[in-house]
């Protein structure tokens, strides 16, 4: 008893809002095609009931809001007994809409990537380029999107790239925004600590950045309690004067964090 409320309470409440949600549509169905079933009986110069008038709404061929039932009897017209390759195949027209969009979406990644990289290393695109990506996002995409394909259209580009090219202006501006705070995460000390170590640009990106942005904050929990570490030269070399009782082997607690040092070889790999 005890499961069957149990499951009762996770699924009622879903239950409870699709029946309202079927009846609602089932009731303006019937508001919004009865015109149509009225308009018929007058030029027909019969009657109708009621009860006449709602089983007509239920079952007009291009009704004006089609009734739950009919739409499911679509679908499976349209998915099970047409072929894929029929252009009136709604599988067909779904591979049209999920290729589109997916090139898009690849097109807005690569963007993104590549104006996230520059923004964050270049302070002149971080100052002109980033304000002009955020007011891209003010402007509606239904004042762009015809502006592209006519435009696009004019100069002979048409079929899937146009489409494309809005899924992409739709989906830059959030992989920009992530790869900049991601690419930003890592704290000072860290940056000071790579040139330190006379790291190039690219090493900082591959060792630092790029890893900051996979891993995100976690990265500096995790890192924050780790043992400092020091250049592989440093590390030999305290070690082997510590074995030869020249240096105290508590030495290494006047560095900023009391754990044992560990080399930083690991960071030429």
Request: aromatic share 10%.
């Amino acid at each position: 008893m005890n499961k069957i409320r149990d499951f009762w309470n996770l699924v009622g409440p879903i239950f409870t809002i699709l029946l309202i949600i079927t009846a609602i549509w089932y009731a303006s169905a019937v508001w919004l095609n009865s015109a149509w079933a009225y308009d018929k009986a007058k030029r027909a110069n019969v009657t109708i009931s009621f009860s006449e008038m709602v089983t007509d709404t239920m079952m007009q061929e291009k009704p004006l809001l089609p009734s739950p039932h009919q739409v499911i009897k679509e679908i499976y017209k349209t998915t099970v007994l047409k072929k894929v390759t029929s252009k009136r195949s709604l599988i067909w027209h779904g591979w049209i809409t999920l290729s589109a969009t997916l090139l898009g979406f690849a097109f807005g990644t690569a963007l993104g990537i590549l104006l996230a990289v520059g923004i964050v290393f270049s302070k002149s695109m971080d100052m002109s380029v980033m304000p002009w990506v955020i007011t891209s996002q003010t402007i509606p995409i239904l004042a762009i999107a015809p502006m592209i394909i006519v435009v696009l259209n004019a100069i002979g580009v048409s079929g899937l790239l146009p489409k494309a090219i809005i899924s992409m202006y739709l989906s830059f501006f959030p992989v920009v925004v992530g790869m900049v705070k991601g690419l930003r995460s890592p704290d000072q000390m860290q940056l000071d600590q790579m040139r330190t170590w006379s790291a190039p640009k690219t090493t900082s990106f591959w060792k630092l950045d790029r890893r900051a942005q996979s891993l995100g904050e976690p990265m500096r929990e995790n890192q924050s309690s780790k043992p400092p570490c020091v250049p592989a030269q440093e590390y030999e070399q305290f070690h082997l004067q510590a074995a030869s009782d020249s240096v105290d082997p508590k030495a290494h607690e006047t560095f900023h964090d009391p754990l044992p040092l560990r080399s930083c070889r690991h960071l030429s790999r």
